[in-house]
């Protein structure tokens, strides 16, 4: 079972950054890709970004193109989302989720095991 742990949310300002990290145990992330989604109140999860554990693909939503980078460690099962110039939009639970039989990697219905979350709140 992958247990998955995030971290690095906030209150921040508008154009702020925030990293937020994500980390897997016991297991390693071998073979398992990792995404990040996020829920506003009142909506479902939103999917942000997703990465393949070899990093040959990464995608991201269209709000997130530009502002937002993935990357990951794997020699530490550590994922990170570093997001930049912050909007009110961006407010939100961020989750991040891993599986190792994707086939869509946007479906939050795809990803096996989900962290607890970690809110981020951007303020204008």
């Known amino acids: 079972q992958v247990r998955l742990v995030e971290s690095g949310g906030g209150l921040v300002q508008a154009g702020d950054s925030l990293r937020l990290s994500c980390a897997a145990s016991?297991?390693?992330?071998?073979?398992?890709?990792l995404a990040w989604f996020r829920q506003a109140p009142g909506k479902g999860h939103e999917f942000v970004a997703a990465?393949?554990?070899?990093?040959?693909?990464?995608y991201y939503s269209d709000s997130a193109k530009g502002r937002f980078a993935m990357s990951r460690d794997n020699a530490k099962n550590i994922g990170y989302l570093q997001m930049t110039n912050l909007k009110p939009e961006d407010t939100a639970v961020y989750y991040c989720a891993a599986t190792d039989t994707l086939t869509t990697y946007d479906q939050a219905s795809e990803y096996d095991h989900w962290g607890q979350g970690t809110q981020v709140t951007v303020s204008s």
């Open positions: 016991p297991r390693t992330f071998s073979n398992y890709a």
């Open positions: 990465r393949s554990w070899s990093g040959s693909w990464t």
